[in-house]
């Protein structure tokens, strides 16, 4: 009957029970196509770079030729039918109209070759071929060449470095030709090929199941946060409707009868819990039917469903036991709304919702495993994408589990030294 009691508070409010299942929907539908066209613009809409060439050499040339080639580049060298010079492309830049300019300084060209040329007459010299070759002549003090990047300044940190490693890649090719090509015109065998093709090479081994690859994408990392998310916020309404009873003075009739708190709580556990369970499965088959008809991934579930409903279950488990601690304790509406919210945005923050754990500084990768949206969300992940057994999950269903013992023990606890007192 307490079950049933639950039940009927939340029929009377269907408005909220509405929004209690909508919103999450609209979030992860949200959150996941934001992400996504981020990753598609990252990987198949080419970005427009400045190209301010100073040099007008041979290294100029192979960087324009490079940079055309890029899948990720498209160059710019014009703005309104004008060469751009470095101060127009640090101004468009700085304003954001572009996120990157590449300044190539003058002389490069020349003076790599120049840089090269001593090197290499250096060396063949002490290798004793001074005298089948030009006597070395008095070396010049050639000043190392910068070639200048201008970012937006509203440009993440891992597009800078990606970024300055592909252009420093290239440019470490360029001057491994320049050197070949130099001791060619030294030895005099300008017919000899060397083979510029990278001789170690990486290649990323993915993890097959039932001889398939499994290719992570922004679907799988994000219905499993935002759904833990959504379960978590169950914070609220629960919490609001403990602090109800107790305001109105529901909760004292409660326990006129003959049946102790824990029954109370207990009825409250198994509504909400259903209530977790419901919306789990609708974000999955939101993930699975709808994503696909608008431009999204599907969710592939194959095998998983089963160890996702556990995790799923344990998860609403925690976040039950926070919300009863939270209703027993908070004394007003105002006081239980505004801390739950909050504190659901806090835990989700430093559970790696939003950022990565390993993206985090050591001592927030620390605090993040006090977080029980951490525990569930890396559980979920083990289970969608590392594909593990339930027994290498139990660990961290059982601290989720855990959390709901200590938060209503410490909710019960609380609850009647209050009443004796």
Not at 196 to 225: D, G, M, Y
Request: charged share 15%.
């Amino acid at each position: 009957m307490s079950i049933v009691k639950e039940f009927l508070l939340l029929k009377r409010d269907l408005g909220g029970l509405i929004i209690l299942f909508v919103m999450p929907l609209v979030l992860v539908i949200t959150v996941t196509l934001i992400q996504d066209s981020t990753f598609k613009a990252a990987t198949e809409n080419k970005i427009p770079i400045l190209l301010v060439d100073q040099d007008k050499g041979s290294v100029s040339k192979t960087v324009f030729e490079n940079l055309q080639k890029n899948k990720f580049f498209s160059v710019v060298t014009q703005i309104d039918n004008k060469p751009i010079t470095e101060a127009m492309a640090r101004e468009n830049v700085y304003k954001g109209k572009f996120q990157l300019a590449i300044v190539i300084p003058k002389n490069l060209s020349a003076d790599l070759q120049a840089k090269i040329d001593q090197n290499v007459q250096n060396i063949v010299s002490k290798m004793g071929f001074s005298d089948a070759v030009t006597a070395p002549q008095p070396s010049k003090v050639i000043q190392q060449k910068e070639v200048k990047l201008y970012f937006d300044p509203a440009v993440q940190l891992s597009f800078k470095n990606s970024v300055m490693s592909s252009i420093d890649k290239m440019i470490s090719q360029i001057e491994t030709k320049s050197i070949y090509t130099t001791f060619q015109n030294q030895f005099g065998e300008e017919n000899a090929q060397f083979e510029q093709k990278s001789f170690i090479t990486f290649k990323e081994i993915i993890p097959r199941i039932n001889n398939k690859e499994i290719l992570p994408n922004s679907v799988q990392h994000n219905v499993p946060a935002w759904t833990l998310f959504a379960i978590f916020f169950i914070v609220i309404p629960l919490s609001i409707n403990i602090v109800k009873e107790k305001s109105q003075g529901t909760f004292v009739r409660l326990l006129t009868n003959p049946v102790s708190n824990l029954v109370v709580i207990m009825g409250k556990t198994v509504t909400y819990l259903v209530i977790c369970m419901i919306q789990f499965y609708m974000m999955v088959a939101v993930a699975i039917f709808l994503f696909p008809h608008i431009g999204l991934p599907s969710l592939n579930i194959e095998g998983h469903l089963f160890l996702m409903s556990v995790v799923a279950l344990f998860s609403g488990f925690a976040a039950i036991g926070f919300g009863i601690l939270l209703g027993t304790i908070a004394g007003t509406q105002e006081q239980s709304a505004p801390f739950g919210a909050t504190s659901v945005i806090i835990l989700a923050a430093i559970g790696g919702v939003w950022v990565p754990v390993f993206a985090m500084p050591k001592i927030m990768q620390i605090i993040a495993k006090s977080s029980p949206m951490n525990w569930g969300l890396e559980a979920f992940y083990d289970v969608l994408l590392r594909n593990v057994s339930f027994f290498e999950i139990i660990p961290k269903i059982s601290l989720l589990f855990l959390f709901f013992i200590i938060t209503t023990s410490i909710a019960l606890y609380y609850d009647k030294k209050k009443r004796t007192v």
